[in-house]
């Protein structure tokens, strides 16, 4: 399902990060306790009273800067680009600047979709006027105190009632993303897929401004391609900005059943295509990692066995994950990849009996009953699976304050050593017996 985008936007040292955190809450980087993930902390998710949707911090904008006008242009012309409402921050302690007013020009044209966000204001603040601030010719306007919470809620909800509300069509095939950096070669290898391997059922515009989703038909099966590499305008300006290329990776992540993550042969592995993949697992998604670009590769046995190593060193985080060795340019082992894609949706999809993987559980416990902590054991009584996609187990013990992050590692391990999960991330819940 796809998530609206609301992007934070404003000079430097008005709050926006520390908005941005408040609306967020703990959920500031892709995945917080994993090795090997950089935090990212300019992307969030946002649930609030039942609606989600992704956060973006913008940066701190000013006209002082060299090259701003430049700059400012494309920050701005992105956001109004990518983003369903755009909270415009301003500092209520010191009021309007110059700078204020040339994002206010700049955003005059998508009006309907600002709210401007008075911060700095303590509930001392909030009963005063904000007339000064109407100078700016918006309709919508909240006083908040990003530092000490005041209003958070009232602002919460006034996103909430100002974000759409996107419906997903029916549609029957098994949709799968083509993400990663830019120039990775993510259209090629649409192209390659499309053109070489399989009939073109149909071209259908993206629910994304700048995706195209293809249908096709590979072994009887239907099929949905969204190639998210498409920009609109600007094209090199917009393509040098790699944090805009993850917010339309993200855009497709979410209404993805499969990501297909991209990285280039011919560079190596770069720490943003950790970030991308690092989102499609938060996001719950089975994946497939290509290596792109094999064909620029001389020594390829050797090689492939070093790449092979280095994913593995680099993505700890998905030791799970089925790595794919191909070029689009050339179609050299393109074959390979769609068998992929349908392995990880499948097992995605997979469910285990209750039966089966109480077994599994209850035997692990036994082989490695974890150690006491002050006087007090861990006890596992019932494991169930309650969902799929991906595939989550609630597993119902005495007390879930007493399970180590290492032994629900070894947990998982064990079923995935029981059951086939490869390429596709799992969830394990701790429950209190009885709890809900």
């Known amino acids: 399902m796809k998530k609206p985008v609301v992007a934070l936007l404003g000079r430097p040292n008005v709050g926006k990060s520390t908005i941005f955190n408040r609306l967020v809450g703990r959920k500031v980087s892709i995945i917080e306790d994993t090795p090997g993930i950089t935090r990212d902390r300019v992307y969030g998710t946002v649930i609030s009273n039942d609606r989600e949707y992704h956060l973006i911090d913008t940066g701190g904008i000013e006209l002082n800067d060299e090259g701003f006008n430049k700059d400012i242009k494309m920050q ?50 909030i009963k005063e006027t904000e007339y000064e601030f109407y100078e700016l010719g918006f309709q919508d306007y909240i006083k908040v105190s990003g530092e000490h919470g005041d209003n958070i ?68 099966k239907l099929y949905t391609v969204i190639d998210t590499a498409g920009m609109r305008k600007k094209g090199k300006v917009y393509e ?4 805009y290329s993850l917010l339309r990776s993200m855009k497709a992540i979410d209404r993805s059943d499969v990501c297909v993550v991209v990285i280039d042969a011919s560079e190596g592995i770069i720490e943003h295509d950790k970030h991308i993949a690092g989102y499609a697992i938060e996001a719950g998604k089975a994946l497939v990692l290509v290596v792109n670009k094999w064909d620029t590769i001389e020594d390829k046995d050797n090689s492939m066995k070093k790449w092979i190593s280095d994913i593995r060193a680099h993505f700890q985080f998905m030791p799970y994950v089925h790595i794919v060795f191909l070029s689009a340019k050339t179609k050299k082992r393109i ?28 035997e692990a416990y036994q082989l490695n009953i ?63 017996k009885g709890e809900k």
Do not use: W
């Open 370 to 432: 974890p150690p006491s902590y002050k006087g007090k054991r861990l006890k596992i009584y019932f494991t169930s699976q309650v969902r799929t996609c991906p595939p989550t187990f609630n597993i119902q013990v005495n007390s879930k304050g007493l399970v180590h992050f290492s032994y629900e590692r070894y947990l998982e391990n064990k079923i995935r050593e029981s059951f086939d999960f490869d390429g596709t991330p799992i969830v394990i819940q701790f429950k209190n």
């Open 76 to 125: 701005v012309s992105l956001a109004i680009d990518e983003a369903d409402l755009i909270l415009f921050v301003v500092d209520g302690k010191d009021g309007l600047t110059v700078d204020d007013f040339y994002i206010r020009d700049m955003l005059k044209k998508i009006s309907d979709k600002v709210i401007v966000v008075i911060n700095k204001c303590d509930s001392k603040r």
């Open 240 to 243: 040098s900005v790699e944090k």
């Open 153 to 220: 809620y009232k602002l919460k909800e006034l996103i909430d009632n100002n974000i759409p509300v996107y419906k997903e069509k029916e549609d029957s095939s098994i949709k799968f993303s083509i993400i990663g950096r830019p120039n990775v070669g993510k259209s090629s290898l649409v192209n390659a897929i499309l053109n070489e391997e399989r009939a073109i059922v149909s071209n259908v515009a993206g629910t994304t401004r700048d995706a195209v989703d293809t249908e096709f038909k590979y072994h009887d």
């Open 335 to 362: 074959h390979t990849l769609m068998p992929e894609v349908l392995n990880a949706y499948d097992n995605s999809h997979k469910e285990i009996k209750t039966s089966l993987i109480n077994d599994v559980i209850m």
